[in-house]
């Protein structure tokens, strides 16, 4: 059976855009040429030995109440593993073989702290007031950004939350989650923003939109879209200036901005991020061709936060590694580590045990 997949000499590409391959960075085309490609046909069973590590290049794989998508790695998972109906094609690294194993420890370790940083909001019930603009935080940030405008100000909670980067997952913490964590998916951005702005006294509310996929799926490694719905809900944040609502959408960075516009130059008419009295910023009502001034704002997105995604945390942090790259925000893993495990360090001996201990706790299938 043929499988609706790149030629393998792709593979090296997903590999270097896996959760694993991220972490490895530098080091990812090495690490990739240690390791077996192997492709599994839809049902086909995965046989891992005692040790062995799994990075999910194409397609999906299922386990005992859980599942993996393509750039998840896994290890020593109890239970059966099975390809998905599309199949699988996976790469395979033996216990103990080839060189390289402290940069790969190294790699699973820093994936891991991301991945449990991450997993912090899936844990929590939806936030009952996800708008705390009444937050000591809040009011603290937002009186430093407060200008000698009502225009001004506006335009300042603006540039500072579309400046924070664009991640996604996380949808429904409190807005001063959102501003502790330091990024967030349009709604976290979203709610931050509207926090902050009612702070400063101003009217603010919510504007829900379609996006096409082919527009977001360009933040995203390729290998997810198959796994994609056509249309998302997207929900950026407006203001009243001067009697007027305004959206201005801070979800995407400049950077993400970026990945658009290279993924299709026609976008790059939507791609200067900035609003004013007058001026909304709704790139994505252009993009589908809707009044940008035409606009139904909503006091809350309740309804959005309740909702059940059928991703987990570490589908999103595969789902990421493109956003992560561009941001350097995976850097914050790497170096909060670097005194227990990274090369470099003045006394290899004196953390081994610790090296040791981090790697018993990573197996067990716990693993992105």
């Not at 896996?18 to 690490?31: A, H, N, Q, W």
């Not at 046909?41 to 040790?51: D, M, R, W």
């Not at 879209?225 to 959408?249: E, F, T």
Request: aromatic share 8%; proline share 7%; with cysteine.
């Amino acid at each position: 059976m043929m499988m609706p997949w790149p030629d393998p000499s792709a593979t090296r590409v997903d590999f270097v855009e896996s959760v694993l391959g991220l972490y490895l960075g530098p080091r990812g085309p090495d690490v990739f040429e240690q390791g077996q490609l192997l492709t599994l046909l839809p049902g086909g069973l995965l046989t891992q030995s005692a040790g062995a590590l799994t990075v999910l290049l194409r397609g999906q794989l299922n386990g005992p109440g859980r599942w993996w998508g393509p750039g998840n790695h896994l290890m020593d998972v109890p239970g059966p593993v099975s390809a998905g109906e599309q199949g699988a094609r996976v790469w395979t690294l033996s216990a103990g073989s080839g060189a390289g194993a402290s940069q790969i420890l190294d790699a699973l370790m820093a994936a891991e702290a991301a991945e449990q940083a991450a997993s912090a909001s899936f844990l929590l019930p939806p936030a009952e007031n996800p708008c705390d603009h009444e937050h000591p935080l809040i009011r603290r940030v937002a009186d430093r950004l407060q200008g000698d405008s009502a225009e001004a100000s506006a335009q300042a909670v603006f540039a500072f939350v579309q400046r924070m980067p664009y991640r996604f997952g996380g949808w429904h913490e409190r807005a001063s989650d959102t501003l502790l964590r330091g990024s967030g998916v349009c709604t976290a951005k979203a709610h931050l923003q509207v926090a902050l702005w009612r702070a400063l006294g101003f009217q603010a509310g919510f504007v829900e939109i379609e996006l096409p996929m082919r527009v977001l799926s360009l933040l995203m490694p390729a290998r997810w879209v198959p796994l994609m719905r056509a249309r998302v809900r997207h929900y950026c944040a407006a203001v009243q200036l001067q009697g007027q609502w305004l959206v201005a959408d801070a979800s995407f960075t400049d950077e993400a901005i970026a990945m658009f516009v290279e993924g299709d130059p026609s976008l790059g008419k939507h791609g200067h991020a900035s609003f004013g009295a007058g001026q909304p910023y709704h790139p994505v009502a252009g993009i589908v061709g809707s009044d940008p001034f035409d606009v139904q704002v909503l006091p809350d997105l309740s309804a959005a936060l309740h909702k059940r995604s059928r991703f987990q945390a570490h589908h999103f942090e595969a789902l990421n590694t493109r956003l992560d790259k561009v941001h350097g925000l995976h850097h914050l893993w790497t170096q909060r580590l670097a005194p227990l495990s990274w090369p470099g360090r003045p006394d290899p001996d004196r953390h081994q045990v610790h090296r040791d201990d981090a790697w018993s706790g990573l197996h067990g299938g716990s693993l992105t």
